[in-house]
């Protein structure tokens, strides 16, 4: 762990770097170790130095949970198998006849997980735009349980006012859940604006690589944390020591690639405003965004994910998916490298014909550390294609 050394007040890039984390004490290792092993060494029975069993805990995994705490401003932080994973911890919570508010326009797998997985056991599920705080009073009675935000939201990247949410669920006894995904913690505190529980796919910008599957809750209630505690051991959906060490590697670089990430972005929305191929951009900094005061007020830059439609619909949108060179064609988002996709026929196709249901000529980017100019020209000849159309046959003129 990381000694002596008092992180408070300390900026988020050293907290980053030092928290929960320091040398070695056995070998002065900077870098904290992989441990692999599976079991540990009791000293007598039932009394050991802190590890038993490697699904109940394991020091690589324990020092990755200390690291990303202290950056959620949590006293406690759990590392899961897969976002998905770490969410349906948190769905647990809840029982059946309890109600959970799902924001309506929530990442696909998020509906699906709260409909077709928990629904079906009991638990109610309203769609509500959480943008009209009107709507979110209406839609909490006596058995809401919890409050879901996502935000930004994906892939329509609308921004929910944290802390004005949570004074209303709360004030109904609800739980208020924040997925902080697309944000990270460089960009956001849910905690501090009022949220009890924060989750991660930190397969994304945590992580930062995509080399790498994990999830992750943050909790700052004592008696919240060990319920959350007792699922992740009950259920057993936890990372291995070496994905641990990979997410714990990329937040170290967290903020100096969330710095990029957001400036390469605001210079791929410069061209997205100004094309003809584009009907419509999604991007808090654009001060026509319905959620951009709101983001001026509680994140600290405007994120590096940016989507738009398509002025040709779907087809124009297809078009400028498999017309990029730079930008790969596939799912996820968040790491170093930059990906476009469709969400209507990919990351959000599983929420077709329900509330949650995307734009068919929607197109989702997620921007990546690359050199600014030769993402804006990628993306300009891709543009540039989906106006001229397709090549005519071969001797056309």
């Known amino acids: 762990m990381s000694g002596d050394l008092d992180l408070g007040g300390l900026g988020f890039e050293t907290r980053a770097i030092h928290g929960g984390t320091g040398p070695d004490p056995s070998t002065g290792a900077v870098t904290t170790p992989i441990s692999l092993s599976s079991t ?12 038993e069993y490697a699904r109940s805990g ?12 202290v950056l959620e401003g949590a006293t406690h932080g759990f590392a899961f198998a897969s976002g998905l994973a770490a969410e349906d911890a948190v769905l647990r919570l809840l029982g059946p006849g309890q109600r959970l508010v ?16 928990h629904a079906p056991a009991g638990l109610g599920v309203d769609p509500v735009d959480l943008l009209d705080l009107d709507a979110l009073e209406r839609a909490c009675g006596d058995s809401t349980a919890m409050v879901w935000i996502e935000t930004p939201t994906n892939p329509l990247l609308r921004v929910a006012d944290i802390a004005a949410i949570a004074d209303t669920a709360h004030a109904h006894g609800a739980l208020v859940v924040v997925d902080n995904t697309f ?41 919240l944390a060990a319920r959350v505690g007792f699922l992740q051991n009950a259920v057993g959906a936890v990372p291995g020591p070496f994905d641990c060490y990979l997410v ?13 990430h957001c400036a390469n972005a605001l210079a791929v929305v410069e061209l997205l405003v100004n094309h003809p191929a584009v009907a419509r951009v999604y991007h808090p900094s654009l001060p026509d965004h319905p959620g951009h005061a709101t983001a001026v007020r509680q994140m600290r830059a405007f994120g590096g994910m940016v989507s738009f439609r398509a002025a040709g619909g779907e087809d124009a949108a297809l078009a400028i998916c498999a017309g990029t060179r730079l930008f790969t064609l596939a799912e996820s988002l968040g790491a170093v490298e930059s990906l476009i996709e469709h969400p209507g026929r990919m990351t959000h196709a599983s929420v077709a014909g329900s509330p949650n249901e995307v734009p068919s000529d929607l197109v989702r980017l997620s921007v990546g550390l690359e050199t600014t100019a030769d993402l804006v020209a990628d993306l300009r000849r891709a543009l540039d294609g989906a106006i001229a159309g397709p090549p005519g046959p071969a001797g056309a003129p």
């Open 183 to 223: 944000a990270s913690p460089w960009l956001q505190q849910p905690l501090a604006l009022g949220a009890d529980l924060v989750v991660h796919s930190s397969t994304k910008y945590l992580g930062g690589h995509s080399d790498v599957v994990g999830g992750f809750v943050a909790v700052v209630d004592p008696a």
């Open 102 to 117: 799902l924001s309506n326009d929530a990442y696909g797998g998020t509906y699906r997980l709260a409909t077709r997985v």
């Open 40 to 51: 540990f060494r009791q000293d007598r029975v039932g009394v050991h130095q802190g590890y």
């Open 58 to 69: 394991n020091p690589t995994r324990a020092s990755l949970e200390a690291n990303l705490a």
């Open 248 to 260: 714990q590697r990329g937040l170290k670089t967290l903020a100096v690639r969330m710095e990029r």
